[in-house]
């Protein structure tokens, strides 16, 4: 109901620098991606409320920018009229506003567009323009411009005094092309050569700018028709369709033929290319074996489950990689759907063989069967580099606790309850013991946050997130990151979070793995309205801000693709259900985007779901990402379960993580309000002492 955000492409992008992080759940979280940072400042004083963490920050923003921001807004519209007299006027000793080099930035780009005649005296104002602001990813947009430019004029001198091999922001394709070129007309033909195999030999569509390097490679003898062939099946492989396609009309005869059970391959009907007699002794038959084998893993596991003794026993022989991939696709798919032979199927892989996510499929499978012997093997197989994190620790310590052997399972838990997780906090009810909170503040300098309010970089930054410009302050953040040490960059976090803009904040953070200054990373925005609310409701603030967090990071503007709104992430239809039964007006879809309203509403509907469930919050937390109505269908498993195996074994990823990482923020801001702990075993109705049998727990569950 409430989940799956995807609000802007600035989003989108922080979401995919925190998941290529390789971030669990908990203590490094997608729940720390969402959406951008608000634009309303929040109120933040309130009974419930507590400092953040960290000294304060001064502003960076110079007392005189107010009326340079004026007149910069004021000289782009000019700009863009094509009032050049204007322009000037505006642009009068404008160039100490930090934005100043997006003005001449435009400039330059026009000129560039425009400019007819040789290019080295236009070379002057841009190269100028590279050096005074390198710091600013605007100098890697001109710089690709003035490339590109340079290569249509074919002025080859001045391209490759500017193309810089080793610049990562000059390694794109269409610019390498240009730049062999470059090196043919100098008579370097032996490396123009050499870099023409290297970009042909791709499996993904070449860039226009590489056909006349192509066009003259093809001449030479350094050119031969396996060069087609070889890129030819680099196409299919990627899927490629149109590419593909076209290529074939290129294929030598030789070729053309062979080429027909590539393209059976190509339009996705691995059955027929599985089906096929003469597979065996065709060319390219164990490639062609392989790959359809991994599509059809993909498509249809079952299928090839059924098929696997004859397939395996009439194929050539497939790729290791590709048999071992489809093995484990299939037992995943037979421990997800709770097949009979899931386990059989597992234990006839070789160890090697097991991959991650089949291991943990299997453990998870074990769990719901109850069979705590076969949770111990599951969790042996699974690799090592898996078996480290707390939560299959936990597991593996409930394992040995429900199979008589305590001691073993208490010292596991200890090592456990270090961390700071929803792992690590079920782990130290098991023991009695105190959550660790692991709390430090960021190691930044208060000199340090003074000077860099007058780093370029940071002013920028500050200006675009005044004025809205989303893109730009991704740009310069990506750029920063790049460019900043790691202690500076911890700046950067405090800044942005100072600035309202929790999610690059928070993004900051993860790209840095810093974890453990728990004021940037769980605020408590607009304290006093989720104080208000929470008592009215009979809830607990720290209920509603760790609802708040792991839906929007605070940020009234969310959206979501399936249309929820602002900081709790109400639908539209819920929100006016919601007013319906709190007997207000309903005002309209906008007034989702209201703090305040988002506020009253969630938090009401939190306490819905509180009754609606008996009280049991992880229930609550569940219906509130997935809906009421998928949680009363998994409800026959509750009463077989411990509420810990319920979570950990429900189907849908999203909610196991949503109902874990809730539960956890909930302790954290009671820790961050300061107020005497509550246990997360308590919340869900299980056991919270060594002095409780741990082996007899499901009796104190309530069915749904």
């Known amino acids: 109901m409430l989940c799956d955000m995807r609000p802007t492409a600035l989003i989108r992008l922080f979401r995919l620098a925190l998941l290529t992080a390789g971030l669990t759940a908990l203590n490094c979280s997608v729940a720390d991606v969402s959406p951008p940072a608000q634009t309303i400042s929040p109120p933040t004083e309130s009974v419930v409320s507590a400092s953040l963490t960290g000294p304060a920050v001064s502003p960076a923003l110079p007392p005189d920018w107010t009326e340079k921001r004026r007149r910069f807004i004021a000289a782009e519209n000019a700009m863009k009229a094509k009032d050049k007299k204007t322009y000037a006027r505006l642009t009068e000793g404008l160039s100490d506003y930090p934005l100043w080099p997006y003005l001449r930035y ?60 080793n610049n990562i922001d000059d390694d794109k394709v269409g610019l390498r092309c240009y730049y062999f070129q470059a090196q043919r007309s100098i008579g370097n033909a032996s490396a123009a050569m050499t870099g023409a195999r290297e970009l042909w030999l791709v499996g993904t569509p070449h860039p226009s700018g590489c056909k006349a390097l ?25 899927g490629e369709k149109t590419t593909a ?34 597979l065996t002794n065709h060319p390219d038959g164990q490639i062609l074996a392989s790959l359809a084998m991994q599509q059809m893993a993909i498509k249809d596991p079952l299928w090839l489950y059924v098929r696997w003794d004859d397939l395996t026993r009439t194929l050539p022989p497939i790729d290791h990689a590709i048999r071992d991939e489809a093995r484990n696709r299939i037992g995943r798919t037979l421990a997800k759907k709770n097949h009979q032979k899931s386990w059989e199927w597992f234990e006839s892989l070789p160890p090697s063989a097991v991959d991650v996510e089949l291991g943990t499929a299997q453990i998870r499978w074990a769990l719901r069967q109850a069979d705590w012997q076969k949770v111990l093997v599951a969790i042996a197989l699974t690799p090592p580099e898996e078996r480290s994190p707390e939560r299959w620790r936990y597991w593996q310590a409930r394992a040995l606790d429900m199979t008589g052997q305590p001691e073993m399972a208490h010292a596991i838990y200890a090592e456990v309850a270090k961390e700071r997780s929803f792992y690590g906090f079920l782990a130290a009810d098991r023991l009695g013991l105190p959550y660790q909170f692991n709390d430090q503040p960021l190691p930044v300098p208060q000199e340090l946050m003074d000077k860099l309010q007058f780093d370029p970089t940071i002013q920028r ?31 950067i976090a405090r800044f942005t979070r100072n600035w309202g803009l929790n999610l690059m904040a928070m993004t900051t953070l993860a790209q840095l793995e810093e974890w453990n200054d728990l004021g940037l990373r769980f605020p408590m925005d607009y304290a006093p309205w989720v104080d208000d609310h929470a008592r009215k409701n009979d809830l607990e603030p720290a209920f509603v801000f760790a609802i708040t967090r792991r839906e929007s990071i605070f940020d009234p503007q969310a959206r979501s693709a399936a249309g929820a709104r602002g900081l709790m992430q109400i639908m539209p239809a819920t929100g006016k259900w919601l007013a319906k039964s709190t007997n207000t007006k309903w005002p309209g879809s906008n007034s989702l985007d209201l703090p305040e309203t988002n506020i009253r509403f969630g938090s009401y509907y939190i306490k819905y779901l509180l009754d609606r469930f008996d009280g049991q919050a992880h ?86």
Request: glycine share 2%; with cysteine.
């Open 106 to 165: 435009r400039e330059l780009s026009r000129t560039l567009k425009t400019h007819k005649g040789p290019m080295t005296p236009l070379a002057v104002d841009v190269r100028a323009f590279l050096q005074d602001y390198a710091d600013s990813p605007l100098s890697t947009h001109l710089r690709t411009a003035w490339l590109q430019q340079l290569a249509y004029r074919q002025d080859w001198s001045n391209y490759l005094q500017d193309y810089q091999v």
């Open 214 to 238: 192509f066009n003259w490679w093809k001449t030479t003898a350094d050119f031969s028709d396996d060069l087609i062939w070889q890129r030819f099946q680099l196409v299919v492989k990627a």
């Open 245 to 278: 396609l076209r290529m074939q009309k290129e294929l030598p005869a030789e070729f053309k033929q062979r080429s027909v059970l590539w393209f059976d391959y190509l339009r996705k009907k691995p059955q027929q290319i599985l089906a096929q007699p003469e």
């Open 461 to 491: 930054m500050n200006e675009l997130a005044i004025l809205q410009r989303e893109a730009d302050l991704q740009a310069e953040w990506r750029h920063a990151m790049s460019r900043f040490e790691p202690t500076r960059q911890m700046a």
């Open 619 to 704: 229930l609550a937390v569940a219906a509130y990402n997935a809906g009421p109505g998928r949680v009363r269908q998994w409800s026959p498993e509750l009463c077989r379960h411990a509420p810990d195996v319920w979570i950990e074994t429900l189907p849908y990823l999203e909610t196991r993580e949503y109902i874990a990482a809730v539960l956890t923020y909930i302790a954290i801001y009671r820790y961050r309000m300061q107020l005497p702990p509550v246990r997360i075993s308590r919340d869900l109705g299980m056991p919270t002492s060594i002095t409780t049998d741990h082996r007899e727990n499901t009796q104190m569950l309530s069915c749904v």
